[in-house]
């Protein structure tokens, strides 16, 4: 007999397939092979005491202070660990129990493992003369051969730009920016580039919204997140993809000692709130950034990649864009332009995440770093 251990990343239903098990036996094996930890706040005392033992019968487990089991304090913090088949057990048994366990049974279900889409390189071409990334600036002279270049390159989806959203930034009239962008919309539209790949604007403005719709662009990157009724309006109209941002207060203040309670919970309340402004405007393609660099710390930042799954029992692609941006500096000091590797650093754990679109302004490189990722991940 020979053993060895194989890695958590293993594609386990094609391991389970080389191996012989049914199709049947296998989807129950999955749910138990994945180990979820979920973290819990504001729990009753009686409820974690509670929850522990329901836990402990089915093989998972509660991590809870040490003083929890005399309820001493009314609400402690809790780190559940479960397999997928234990939450959804544990979903169920809670149903019928105190002390707000009820409401904590809807989401255990939700947060059983989501199947990973496939992740798309959203190439970023700006049409402004001040975003922070120099190269990412282009004419609409010169936009024709950068566009044709990433599409090469592997880019999945072009998201175009005319006004900067870095830290600090200060932002444009509607007229201004249309100006900005309305040449390299012609050239997209001119030459239909968007029958080759999707096309995006990173923009909030409808005057130039409408016109990149009318113009063949599918998607909506709207950074404050449908803060505009008019843009959600003209989305739904369009039936375009959204992407919801998150950013903490205005891109001049937003990096002014940003504070959050916790900064995953935060989030989250955040995009359930505007999910569901999306959905009532009739919007159903939502995609979600967690907004990396927008009123975040450095902690912030890794904090939300290293929780990025949690936002997955959304059900809605993930988008994250750290290409170059500053946090990358504040680990390791360096300048804008030579900060592609920890940019793909990043955006690798990103993905393997959960992340399905990855904004880029280095598309050569991130479709070669994800296809070797791909190849060593599905390796079994």
């Known amino acids: 007999m020979k053993i060895y251990k194989i890695s958590k990343d293993t594609p386990i239903e094609k391991l389970f397939d080389k191996i012989g098990v049914i199709k049947e036996g296998g989807a129950i094996l999955q749910k138990k092979a994945k180990i979820n930890l979920i973290y819990i706040k504001d729990l009753k005392s009686p409820a974690a005491n509670i929850l522990k033992?329901?836990?402990?019968?089915?093989?998972?487990?509660?991590?809870?202070?040490?003083?929890?089991?005399?309820?001493?304090?009314?609400?402690?913090e809790a780190v559940l660990i479960a397999s997928d088949s234990q939450l959804l057990q544990l979903s169920i048994k809670e149903k019928s129990q105190p002390f707000g366990l009820k409401e904590l049974a809807k989401n255990l279900r939700?947060?059983?493992?989501?199947?990973?889409?496939?992740?798309?390189?959203?190439?970023?071409?700006?049409?402004?003369?001040?975003?922070?990334?120099?190269?990412?600036?282009?004419?609409?002279?010169?936009?024709?051969k950068k566009i044709e270049d990433m599409i090469e390159e592997g880019a999945d989806i072009i998201d175009i730009g005319g006004v900067s959203s870095r830290p600090g930034s200060v932002g444009v009239s509607e007229e201004e920016e249309f100006e900005r962008v309305k040449d390299i919309i012609n050239v997209v539209s001119k030459f239909k580039f968007y029958e080759k790949i999707k096309f995006s604007l990173d923009s909030y403005s409808?005057?130039?919204?409408?016109?990149?719709?009318?113009?063949?662009?599918?998607?909506?990157?709207?950074?404050?997140?449908?803060?505009?009724?008019?843009?959600?309006?003209?989305?739904?109209?369009?039936?375009?993809?959204?992407?919801?941002?998150?950013?903490?207060?205005?891109?001049?203040?937003?990096?002014?000692?940003?504070?959050?309670?916790?900064?995953?919970?935060?989030?989250?309340?955040?995009?359930?709130?505007?999910?569901?402004?999306?959905?009532?405007?009739?919007?159903?393609?939502?995609?979600?950034?967690?907004?990396?660099?927008?009123?975040?710390?450095?902690?912030?930042?890794?904090?939300?990649?290293?929780?990025?799954?949690?936002?997955?029992?959304?059900?809605?692609?993930?988008?994250?864009?750290?290409?170059?941006?500053?946090?990358?500096?504040m680990i390791i000091p360096s300048a804008v332009k030579d900060r592609l590797p920890g940019t793909l650093a990043v955006h690798l754990e990103a993905k393997r995440k959960g992340a399905s679109i990855i904004r880029v302004h280095d598309v050569k490189e991130h479709f070669q770093a994800f296809k070797v990722q791909d190849e060593i991940l599905e390796a079994f």
């Open 206 to 329: 409808p005057l130039s919204l409408r016109y990149a719709l009318d113009s063949g662009f599918s998607i909506v990157n709207d950074i404050t997140a449908l803060e505009n009724d008019e843009v959600a309006k003209l989305a739904s109209n369009y039936n375009a993809t959204v992407v919801l941002m998150h950013k903490l207060g205005s891109t001049k203040e937003m990096q002014k000692e940003p504070k959050y309670e916790n900064v995953i919970l935060d989030i989250d309340a955040f995009f359930k709130q505007r999910v569901e402004k999306a959905q009532s405007y009739g919007i159903k393609d939502i995609v979600l950034d967690v907004g990396i660099g927008f009123g975040k710390t450095l902690e912030h930042n890794l904090l939300l990649l290293q929780n990025l799954e949690h936002f997955l029992y959304f059900n809605y692609p993930l988008l994250v864009g750290a290409s170059r941006k500053s946090m990358i500096n």
């Open 53 to 76: 033992q329901d836990a402990l019968s089915l093989g998972a487990d509660l991590a809870v202070p040490k003083n929890c089991v005399t309820c001493r304090d009314e609400f402690v």
């Open 110 to 144: 939700d947060f059983t493992s989501k199947k990973k889409k496939k992740t798309q390189i959203m190439g970023v071409l700006n049409a402004n003369s001040d975003s922070f990334f120099s190269k990412s600036r282009f004419s609409a002279n010169s936009a024709q």
